[in-house]
């Protein structure tokens, strides 16, 4: 039962997400929609897949993904915030 509501918290998670990334008109603003995502969505998502499959083969690879997702998460954001305003506002030279 619990796994089920995980799941399910994480799957609307991530559909709340993708909505917000079609919704916002800037590529800023959409940037405040990945991180959900990439943390919370996939956080109770691999905690569901955890708690069915228990600390076998599964269950370890379930939590290396977990941990690169939230590790990985923020720095993927920034370097794409980084991007976008350098391809905004280029220097004329």
């Given at each position: 039962?619990?796994?089920?509501?995980?799941?399910?918290?994480?799957?609307?998670?991530?559909?709340?997400?993708?909505?917000?990334?079609?919704?916002?008109?800037?590529?800023?603003?959409?940037?405040?929609?990945?991180?959900?995502?990439?943390?919370?969505?996939?956080?109770?998502?691999?905690?569901?897949?955890?708690?069915?499959?228990?600390?076998?083969?599964?269950?370890?690879?379930?939590?290396v993904v977990i941990l690169l997702l939230i590790l990985m998460g923020?720095?993927?954001?920034?370097?794409?915030?980084?991007?976008?305003h350098i391809r905004t506002h280029k220097r004329k030279t």
């Amino acid at each position: 039962m619990l796994t089920t509501v995980l799941l399910f918290l994480g799957i609307a998670i991530e559909c709340l997400s993708c909505i917000g990334l079609f919704i916002m008109p800037t590529a800023y603003a959409r940037l405040h929609y990945l991180s959900p995502a990439t943390s919370l969505g996939a956080l109770l998502i691999g905690v569901a897949i955890l708690l069915k499959e228990g600390f076998n083969q599964q269950g370890i690879k379930t939590i290396v993904v977990i941990l690169l997702l939230i590790l990985m998460g923020p720095i993927l954001t920034h370097a794409t915030a980084r991007t976008i305003h350098i391809r905004t506002h280029k220097r004329k030279t």
